[in-house]
């Protein structure tokens, strides 16, 4: 209940989210991606303030990682163009991102990768949300990226008890290359 005063008094709340039947076909107008990004500026506050706390944060945890010999892979995910062209805090990000990536991307078992063009605006239900049926472009994107850092494949394999006729997908480790 506390948050619906808010919004009543519009102090925070996303645009409402469609009903999921929806989701494949909803496109917001104009007032609706205006008032996303209202909410999103209430949502995030003053951008004077905003701090690179969150990248330090992922450069510990990528040290962190590579210190225990482990890998780490890191997408920069999409959102849609109009979102990312009337946000301010997406171009501060953008501006700010770019030395902590570099730092990351020298760090042996880290993979940065964006996909921030992996999807189109028609993709979105709203606005950060891919609809349910253009989410396996998105997943398949990320799979591309994330199977051959971690050496991985996605070869069909059988698991234990799974009928010949109900196949399943799963990562597997792959095999070293013989010599």
Do not use: C
């Amino acid at each position: 209940m506390a948050n619906f005063g808010k919004r009543l008094l519009g102090l925070t709340g996303p645009t409402p989210v469609p009903v999921i039947e929806a989701k494949d076909t909803y496109h917001l107008n104009s007032q609706e991606m205006a008032d996303s990004i209202k909410s999103w500026e209430i949502y995030m506050g003053p951008i004077a303030e905003w701090k690179e706390d969150n990248f330090m944060q992922i450069i510990k945890l990528a040290q962190t990682v590579t210190s225990k010999q482990s890998r780490l892979v890191i997408l920069d995910l999409p959102l849609p163009k109009w979102h990312r062209d009337a946000s301010p805090y997406f171009q501060l990000y953008e501006i700010r991102k770019s030395r902590f990536i570099d730092e990351i991307k020298g760090m042996p078992n880290v993979t940065f990768s964006s996909l921030q063009n992996s999807l189109a605006d028609e993709d979105f239900y709203d606005s950060g949300h891919p609809r349910p049926k253009d989410a396996i472009k998105l997943a398949r994107a990320a799979a591309k990226i994330i199977a051959p850092a971690l050496e991985l494949t996605t070869e069909p394999t059988k698991l234990q008890d799974d009928s010949i006729q109900n196949r399943s997908t799963t990562a597997t480790k792959q095999s070293p290359p013989n010599s």
